[in-house]
């Protein structure tokens, strides 16, 4: 299939302005002045608007699902509006991609059917013999493509423990990719994006930054100089743990166009039902972030109070070892709802306190309204050497915390009555 524009981006205008040409449900671009403004308003007013206004024959003020997975064409080759073929666009994919590249600060917006195909589909963008350089405590997915798929096309990746110390020496004639996540899981630390993405920069090296721990509300990282976000959409953005989804931001486009080529050669997309459920969700992004991260903050607090807790790691705080960077790089009082402790008592009390919660859930995953519990070393990085894990602070009396939308003394009392209960001998 041809991609739906002749220079197959589908949502890239020669205006530069992402969602100036927006289409509803009937691939008919509805491009009036009052979706226009959109893109000079603050954070909530895009989260809201942004990618979709009413439908302009119907005036339904949300979109149709647009189901169908094919396009009349009048004539030979000349569809009736903007869309041919769904795997190569479609509008509810289209709206929720312009949603995402305004609320990031981005011309263009790609969704993906998961972060691991968007990480997947980046790495595929290579060319053979690639370099990469990553941050050692990436996400286990993507460690696991780093480690056991990118070599399938002769892509090396190197792994750097301290990333703003170590990138300069790392590169090589090679190197066309730096992979950033931060903070990091499960110990929140925390990178300069600005000061890797300036050495990157010298070197023509693309930087990518993992932003699902954050979600746009928190942090933007294209604006501290990163040419490519990607989310897990399956967390935050879509933020209801009922979609498995991704998604990539960028402005370079010819960098876009490349992905958006990719994007349908792969084929490793979204349905038209999962686009508008993750566009519903990003439309309260901006409420449940600020809930989570107030949640987050009251927790981490109670926490560090107790006396059955030897480390809280949370970016909110004092205490956190790179505090002055969360305050550049995060929205002012809003560090996310993720934060990890450990439990002094040691792992088997540790792993009673996932069992204790009564409001908490132990489950993987992280970002929905409610709130979850795990223990990193024994589920969700089990497949870390000992050695390796302990080394970057993930010991088996560590606790994960994905801190919901729920009111946030119940959490912490949940939090404290589970301490007392899995402290106790
Ligand atoms: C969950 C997650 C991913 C992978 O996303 P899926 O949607 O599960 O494929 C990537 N990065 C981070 C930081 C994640 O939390």
Redesign the pocket.
């Known amino acids: 299939m041809t991609a739906p524009t002749t220079n197959g981006v589908a949502n890239g205008h020669s205006n530069g302005v992402t969602n100036g040409n927006a289409v509803n449900g009937n691939g008919v671009a509805n491009g009036d002045a009052h979706h226009h403004d959109i893109e000079s308003k603050r954070f909530a007013t895009r989260a809201v608007h942004a990618g979709f206004t009413h439908d302009p024959i119907t005036g339904a003020v949300i979109a149709p699902i647009s189901l169908s997975t094919t396009y009349a064409q009048p004539k030979v080759g000349v569809p009736t509006g903007i869309y041919e073929y769904s795997r190569s666009a479609n509008p509810n994919r289209d709206q929720f991609e312009q949603a995402v590249a305004s609320l990031e600060g981005a011309k263009y917006g790609l969704a993906f059917s ?3 195909a968007t ?1 997947a589909v980046v790495l595929q963008s290579l060319p053979q013999n690639s370099h990469v350089i990553s941050v050692s405590d990436v ?1 286990g ?2 460690h696991r493509y780093f480690t056991k798929v990118a070599a399938a096309h002769n892509v090396q990746v190197t792994f750097a423990g301290n990333i703003e110390l170590d990138v300069e020496a790392l590169i090589q004639e090679n190197t066309k990719l730096i992979w950033i ?1 931060t903070p990091s ?1 499960p110990t929140l630390s925390l990178v300069d994006i600005a000061a890797v993405s300036a050495v990157a920069k010298k070197h023509n090296i693309i930087v990518v930054v ?1 932003n ?2 954050m979600s746009p509300y928190v942090q933007t990282p294209l604006e501290h100089g990163a040419d490519i976000v990607v989310h ?1 959409v ?2 935050y953005i879509n933020g209801h743990s009922d979609v ?3 998604v990539a931001a960028l402005n370079d486009d010819t960098l876009a166009e490349r992905l958006r080529f990719l994007q349908n050669a792969i084929g490793a997309v979204p349905s038209a039902f999962d686009s508008w459920l993750a566009h519903r969700g990003l439309k309260t992004l901006h409420l449940r972030a600020r809930q989570a991260s107030e949640n987050a903050a009251l927790v981490a607090a109670a926490l560090e109070a107790s006396e059955l807790v030897s480390l809280v790691n949370y970016p909110g705080l004092d205490s956190h070892p790179q505090r002055k960077i969360a305050l550049k790089q995060h929205r002012k009082n809003s560090h996310g709802g993720m934060l990890s402790f450990r439990v002094k008592a040691g792992g088997a009390a540790a792993r009673k306190f996932c069992e204790e919660t009564k409001i908490f859930t132990l489950a993987e995953s ?1 970002g929905g309204v409610e709130s979850l519990c795990e223990i990193p070393a024994a589920m969700t990085h089990a497949g870390i050497p000992v050695e390796q894990r302990e080394a970057v602070g993930v010991f088996d009396d560590l606790v994960r915390l994905s801190c919901g939308i729920e009111d946030g003394e119940d959490l912490v009392e949940d939090v404290l009555g589970a301490l007392a209960r899995c402290s106790k001998q």
Do not use: I, Q
């Open positions: 998961s972060g691991s990480t996400y997915g993507t996540e899981n993992d699902t721990f897990s399956t967390k498995v989804m991704g992280l």
